[in-house]
């Protein structure tokens, strides 16, 4: 019998770990360009901040220099974070103008930071393996996940470019290390403060003081020129009073009184942000220098919000320094097997992290449905109402007009120059929107806000969350509602005549229309009229009481529905918004009149008219099921539409 040759193990050896790698670059990379379509896809991803940056790519094109819209005006990205690197994207952006476009580059580009780290621990470990495993690593690091995953981000951005930079130092490719610093340099003004410190380590620990002391000179010149020259240089009169000069400190740190409230998230967070890589990363100390400025900052940041949440995009760039210092400390343990071991228990670590805190597919106790789990419809989830959404804008909203959208809506009008959000976050009250009306044609809202957050029992968000906008748009006199489906509203400025849909809510001495008693929980029907106009245009009115002798704590909304159709819900306007359940005193009767068009893709046929009352404050109101009913309250028939 012939003998079969006998091939030498060392190439598969070589050539194994290079195969998983790429298998598991280009295998998590998907999985997260994915997840990151899927929730933009799901309307989850706002305007702050991706329809923002969107915005502002798409504007180089036009000879704009990275330009969006804020609250205050139009300006530039250039006055706030000078992300230079955007505007590499604009060329992409162009060919196909979609905030996916950033998207998928950003997780395709955060994912290629796993072949810098195989290299380098590679070659500073002894074995392909170790770097299989700390690429690994690299690639499940829980905020480094959860930075792709949250929008679009300069420090995203910057996290693999920093260790493609270092892997070339270490192989003193000095053309490709000036270009990947240069890159990550780009990214965000603040990146210069950990590119200074690397700047150090490099002179003091790697063998290339020169290297290092102009690496650490390269940083602070660039800090100094971004923060001092192209900061101020972009700003203008419009730009936000809080991100100029040395108010931007103040913006993020200028509460530390806070800080005592809420120390123990923080120290979770920061466990979260630094647990999986301190076992081999304490010996290893030196390079988690240059990423303890951007995490602590994140960390003692009391700006908007919990911006010190390891979920936010503020950790993505400490990632490539844990990784360093994992790789450092590693190398430091002497002996073979027990780098071994802990090589193995930091990944184990860091998978058990990720499978804890981050929603991904790899996860099962994160992959539900439940409030926060990747499978809800404010994570990842898409509901058959996100496709009445698209419909919506598709069909009612016009291209590059000027126009205010509800937070979630606007992403999908981003390559316009004028967009504002309806409502900010931050606003005091609806009487901000008075000042950003001047400046648009249109106003996007969404009456049924589906997007709500569950803290405990605490719900924020919700359907409830811009019925201050609404109704400071009903009684805006330049305005007027056009278009309304399933909740979704858009209002135009000076509409032509006969095409506003009148909205009108008062408080009666007597009921007048035809009686249709009926319990609804907190609220007594009293009569209620449906009139044809003509074509697919009717009025409909209503009259109502409170039950009792008090008026419900929280907000409540009548709905109506067509037939049991959950894709053309009618939300009383007047009495979501001009004269709501919280202002009614007991014993009083009030009337609310509206219009509406019933929606072309409704087939002819006969329809029956139901309402019913729901509590807005119950984390599901949006969907106006049975969840948000009162107990033993059904929705009551009131009419029949026959449409033809």
Same mark, same amino acid.
């Given at each position: 019998?012939?003998?079969?040759?006998?091939?030498?193990?060392?190439?598969?050896?070589?050539?194994?770990?290079?195969?998983?790698?790429?298998?598991? $670059? %280009?295998? =998590? &990379?998907?999985? /997260?360009?994915?997840? @990151?379509?899927?929730?933009? +896809?799901?309307?989850? !991803? #706002?305007?702050?901040?991706?329809?923002?940056?969107?915005?502002?790519?798409?504007?180089?094109?036009?000879?704009?220099?990275?330009?969006?819209?804020?609250?205050?005006?139009?300006?530039?990205?250039?006055?706030?974070?000078?992300?230079?690197?955007?505007?590499?994207?604009?060329?992409?952006?162009?060919?196909?103008?979609?905030?996916? $476009? %950033?998207? =998928? &580059?950003?997780? /395709?580009?955060?994912? @290629?930071?796993?072949?810098? +780290?195989?290299?380098? !621990? #590679?070659?500073?470990?002894?074995?392909?393996?170790?770097?299989?495993?700390?690429?690994?690593?690299?690639?499940?690091?829980?905020?480094?996940?959860?930075?792709?995953?949250?929008?679009?981000?300069?420090?995203?951005?910057?996290?693999?470019?920093?260790?493609?930079?270092?892997?070339?130092?270490?192989?003193?490719?000095?053309?490709?290390?000036?270009?990947?610093?240069?890159?990550?340099?780009?990214?965000?003004?603040?990146?210069? +403060?950990?590119?200074?410190?690397?700047?150090?380590?490099?002179?003091?620990?790697?063998?290339?003081?020169?290297?290092?002391?102009?690496?650490?000179?390269?940083?602070?010149?660039?800090?100094?020129?971004?923060?001092?020259?192209?900061?101020?240089?972009?700003?203008?009169?419009?730009?936000?009073?809080?991100?100029?000069?040395?108010?931007?400190?103040?913006?993020?740190?200028?509460?530390?009184?806070?800080?005592?409230?809420?120390?123990?998230?923080?120290?979770?967070?920061?466990?979260?942000?630094?647990?999986?890589?301190?076992?081999?990363?304490?010996?290893?100390?030196?390079?988690?220098?240059?990423?303890?400025?951007?995490?602590?900052?994140?960390?003692?940041?009391?700006?908007?919000?919990?911006?010190?949440?390891?979920?936010?995009?503020?950790?993505?760039?400490?990632?490539?320094?844990?990784?360093?210092?994992?790789?450092?400390?590693?190398?430091?343990?002497?002996?073979?097997?027990?780098?071994?071991?802990?090589?193995?228990?930091?990944?184990?670590?860091?998978?058990?992290?990720?499978?804890?805190?981050?929603?991904?597919?790899?996860?099962?106790?994160?992959?539900?449905?439940?409030?926060?789990?990747?499978?809800?419809?404010?994570?990842?989830?898409?509901?058959?109402?996100?496709?009445?959404?698209?419909?919506?804008?598709?069909?009612?909203?016009?291209?590059?007009?000027?126009?205010?959208?509800?937070?979630?809506?606007?992403?999908?009008?981003?390559?316009?120059?004028?967009?504002?959000?309806?409502?900010?976050?931050?606003?005091?009250?609806?009487?901000?929107?008075?000042?950003?009306?001047?400046?648009?044609?249109?106003?996007?809202?969404?009456?049924?806000?589906?997007?709500?957050?569950?803290?405990?029992?605490?719900?924020?968000?919700?359907?409830?969350?811009?019925?201050?906008?609404?109704?400071?748009?009903?009684?805006?006199?330049?305005?007027?509602?056009?278009?309304?489906?399933?909740?979704?509203?858009?209002?135009?400025?000076?509409?032509?005549?006969?095409?506003?849909?009148?909205?009108?809510?008062?408080?009666?001495?007597?009921?007048?229309?035809?009686?249709?008693?009926?319990?609804?929980?907190?609220?007594?029907?009293?009569?209620?009229?449906?009139?044809?106009?003509?074509?697919?245009?009717?009025?409909?009115?209503?009259?109502?009481?409170?039950?009792?002798?008090?008026?419900?704590?929280?907000?409540?909304?009548?709905?109506?529905?067509?037939?049991?159709?959950?894709?053309?819900?009618?939300?009383?306007?007047?009495?979501?918004?001009?004269?709501?359940?919280?202002?009614?005193?007991?014993?009083?009767?009030?009337?609310?009149?509206?219009?509406?068009?019933?929606?072309?893709?409704?087939?002819?046929?006969?329809?029956?008219?139901?309402?019913?009352?729901?509590?807005?404050?119950?984390?599901?109101?949006?969907?106006?099921?049975?969840?948000?009913?009162?107990?033993?309250?059904?929705?009551?028939?009131?009419?029949?539409?026959?449409?033809?």
């Amino acid at each position: 019998m012939e003998q079969v040759p006998q091939h030498s193990a060392a190439p598969m050896a070589r050539t194994a770990p290079v195969l998983a790698l790429a298998a598991l $670059t %280009l295998g =998590i &990379g998907a999985m /997260l360009a994915w997840l @990151s379509v899927l929730r933009y +896809a799901g309307f989850n !991803a #706002g305007m702050l901040d991706l329809g923002n940056m969107a915005q502002a790519i798409a504007s180089v094109p036009r000879g704009r220099p990275l330009e969006f819209t804020y609250k205050e005006g139009e300006m530039s990205r250039l006055a706030f974070h000078v992300e230079l690197i955007y505007l590499l994207f604009a060329p992409l952006y162009a060919l196909w103008p979609d905030p996916r $476009t %950033l998207l =998928i &580059g950003q997780a /395709l580009l955060a994912a @290629s930071g796993a072949i810098p +780290a195989y290299r380098l !621990a #590679g070659r500073r470990l002894g074995s392909p393996w170790a770097g299989l495993a700390v690429a690994l690593i690299y690639l499940l690091y829980p905020v480094a996940q959860t930075g792709v995953l949250f929008d679009f981000h300069g420090d995203t951005l910057a996290m693999p470019l920093l260790l493609w930079s270092v892997e070339a130092l270490d192989r003193r490719a000095w053309r490709a290390y000036i270009l990947w610093l240069a890159l990550a340099l780009a990214s965000k003004f603040y990146v210069a +403060a950990p590119v200074a410190l690397m700047g150090l380590v490099i002179w003091r620990w790697e063998r290339a003081p020169r290297a290092g002391l102009l690496t650490a000179m390269a940083g602070l010149a660039y800090g100094a020129l971004a923060f001092l020259l192209i900061r101020p240089l972009f700003t203008t009169g419009a730009t936000s009073e809080a991100h100029r000069g040395l108010s931007y400190l103040s913006y993020y740190f200028g509460t530390f009184a806070n800080l005592a409230g809420s120390l123990e998230p923080r120290l979770i967070n920061a466990l979260i942000v630094f647990g999986p890589a301190l076992l081999a990363g304490l010996r290893g100390w030196r390079w988690l220098l240059p990423g303890l400025p951007i995490a602590a900052a994140a960390l003692l940041s009391t700006g908007p919000g919990s911006s010190f949440d390891y979920r936010y995009h503020h950790y993505a760039m400490a990632v490539p320094f844990l990784v360093l210092a994992i790789i450092d400390g590693a190398a430091r343990t002497s002996a073979p097997a027990r780098r071994w071991i802990v090589l193995g228990a930091t990944l184990a670590i860091t998978v058990a992290a990720n499978l804890v805190f981050v929603s991904t597919p790899l996860s099962p106790l994160r992959w539900s449905a439940d409030p926060g789990m990747a499978l809800d419809h404010t994570v990842y989830g898409r509901t058959p109402r996100d496709a009445v959404k698209e419909q919506f804008i598709r069909e009612f909203v016009p291209t590059g007009e000027p126009i205010a959208a509800s937070i979630f809506l606007a992403p999908r009008l981003a390559s316009r120059e004028t967009l504002y959000s309806l409502r900010y976050p931050d606003d005091p009250g609806p009487e901000a929107l008075a000042e950003r009306l001047p400046r648009v044609r249109y106003a996007l809202a969404d009456a049924l806000f589906d997007y709500r957050v569950v803290n405990g029992n605490s719900v924020a968000g919700g359907p409830a969350y811009e019925a201050g906008v609404i109704a400071a748009l009903l009684r805006e006199p330049a305005f007027g509602l056009v278009a309304a489906r399933d909740g979704l509203l858009l209002f135009q400025r000076e509409p032509p005549p006969d095409s506003a849909l009148e909205q009108h809510a008062a408080i009666v001495n007597a009921p007048i229309l035809p009686a249709t008693p009926a319990d609804l929980g907190p609220v007594a029907l009293l009569g209620a009229r449906v009139e044809h106009l003509g074509g697919r245009r009717f009025r409909a009115e209503f009259e109502w009481q409170l039950s009792g002798t008090e008026r419900p704590a929280g907000p409540w909304a009548a709905v109506s529905r067509l037939g049991g159709r959950d894709d053309a819900r009618i939300v009383h306007l007047p009495t979501f918004a001009l004269l709501p359940i919280g202002s009614w005193a007991p014993g009083q009767i009030v009337r609310e009149r509206f219009e509406l068009v019933i929606p072309a893709d409704l087939p002819p046929g006969d329809y029956p008219w139901s309402v019913a009352w729901y509590d807005l404050t119950h984390p599901e109101a949006a969907f106006t099921d049975e969840r948000a009913l009162p107990p033993a309250i059904q929705p009551v028939v009131v009419a029949t539409l026959t449409l033809r």
